[in-house]
């Protein structure tokens, strides 16, 4: 019920953050000059609400046809990223009946089965419903991990998939892009916009046309900028506990905690794959790479980063 209440929180804050643009721009062409020369700042809230509701049936439309493809391609979209591909029992034996006999321990149905061909050590859950559902690794993670390692491993994300964990995070993965794109966009614009001779540029009235242009997406991107930072937490809020509890779930189901312990602090050695540096990505990971991007997205991401310190799980299993 939390995590339901958390993702209405991304169109909360997404459409909040258009209501709060449309009134600091209200806000910001208002006003008159008194008699005594002094700027006065009127707020019309029936105007900055009457241009909401006007905006509102594109901002839903837009944000729905984005959210749609991006949810229902989101399997195409990880496998082409990634480089992953199918696997069946007559590959890879040995996975797929760890595979198949965790399932039948646990009593879900079976998901597929992919893998990558990387020597970093990576595993990963995905999916938003049984057809799409799947478990993929990394070859460097079947060359390095025993057997009991890798049943503690795939345990962890077989707990995702029970716990519809993917299905969240993908959603979460969604809102999160689109502000992100939102921000970054806007930035851009107003780069180019202030380096490009936006301040040179003046309506037929004579007012400066671009400064009233800068100032404009400025707005926007402060708004943007603090509606990301609140989807950013509230990704934290909803990805954070769920790792711990797919590790307890994982250590249940392959019935040693100490193979899980050992297995993660074995991939903390060299995680990640190395072809993808996309942090959408990198979120669904068992264990988040260190590599990734920097900047200042990035280190939002660390700062609230999906996944806890792999320290404190190990110590956790360690205590199971």
């Known amino acids: 019920m939390l995590s339901i209440l958390l993702l209405l929180g991304f169109p909360a804050i997404l459409l909040g953050m258009v209501w709060v643009f449309l009134f600091a721009i209200?806000?910001?062409?208002?006003?008159?000059?008194?008699?005594?020369?002094?700027?006065?700042?009127t707020i019309d809230m029936d105007t900055v609400n009457h241009e909401f509701l006007l905006t509102?049936?594109?901002?839903?439309?837009g944000v729905g046809i984005w959210f749609a493809i991006a949810y229902f391609s989101n399997a195409s979209m990880i496998r082409h990223a990634t480089g992953a591909r199918p696997l069946n029992r007559r590959d890879n034996p040995r996975v797929y009946n760890i595979v198949e006999n965790l399932t039948m321990a646990c009593g879900m149905p079976m998901p597929m089965v992919n893998v990558v061909d990387d020597p970093q050590l990576n595993a990963f859950a995905s999916g938003i419903d049984e057809k799409s559902y799947a478990v993929t690794?990394?070859?460097?993670?079947?060359?390095?991990?025993?057997?009991?390692?890798?049943?503690?491993?795939?345990?962890?994300?077989?707990?995702?998939?029970?716990?519809?964990?993917?299905?969240?995070?993908?959603?979460?993965?969604?809102?999160?892009?689109?502000?992100?794109?939102?921000?970054?966009?806007?930035?851009?614009?107003?780069?180019?916009?202030?380096?490009?001779?936006?301040?040179?540029?003046?309506?037929?009235?004579?007012?400066?046309?671009?400064?009233?242009?800068?100032?404009?997406?400025?707005?926007?991107?402060?708004?943007?900028?603090?509606?990301y930072f609140f989807t950013m937490l509230t990704r934290f809020a909803i990805s954070r506990k769920r790792e711990y509890m797919a590790d307890a779930g994982g250590a249940?189901?392959?019935?040693?905690?100490?193979?899980?312990?050992?297995?993660?602090?074995?991939?903390?050695n060299n995680p990640g794959l190395g072809r993808v540096k996309r942090e959408d990505i990198a979120q669904?990971?068992?264990?988040?790479?260190?590599?990734?991007?920097?900047?200042?997205?990035?280190?939002?991401?660390?700062?609230?980063?999906?996944?806890?310190?792999?320290e404190r799980r190990i110590q956790l299993l360690e205590q199971f």
């Open 137 to 227: 690794v990394t070859t460097g993670l079947l060359n390095t991990l025993n057997d009991e390692e890798l049943a503690g491993v795939i345990g962890h994300e077989l707990t995702h998939i029970r716990n519809r964990d993917t299905r969240l995070l993908i959603t979460s993965i969604i809102f999160v892009g689109i502000i992100s794109t939102i921000t970054s966009l806007t930035a851009r614009i107003l780069w180019n916009t202030f380096i490009y001779g936006g301040g040179r540029r003046r309506s037929s009235n004579g007012k400066n046309g671009g400064a009233a242009i800068i100032v404009v997406l400025l707005i926007g991107l402060i708004c943007a900028a603090v509606a």
């Open 284 to 310: 669904m990971y068992i264990i988040r790479p260190r590599n990734m991007a920097q900047g200042l997205m990035e280190s939002l991401n660390r700062m609230f980063s999906t996944h806890p310190s792999t």
């Open 26 to 41: 209200n806000t910001a062409s208002g006003g008159y000059i008194d008699a005594y020369g002094n700027t006065v700042t």
């Open 56 to 61: 509102l049936p594109w901002v839903v439309a």
């Open 252 to 268: 249940e189901l392959c019935g040693n905690p100490l193979a899980l312990a050992s297995a993660l602090r074995k991939i903390s």
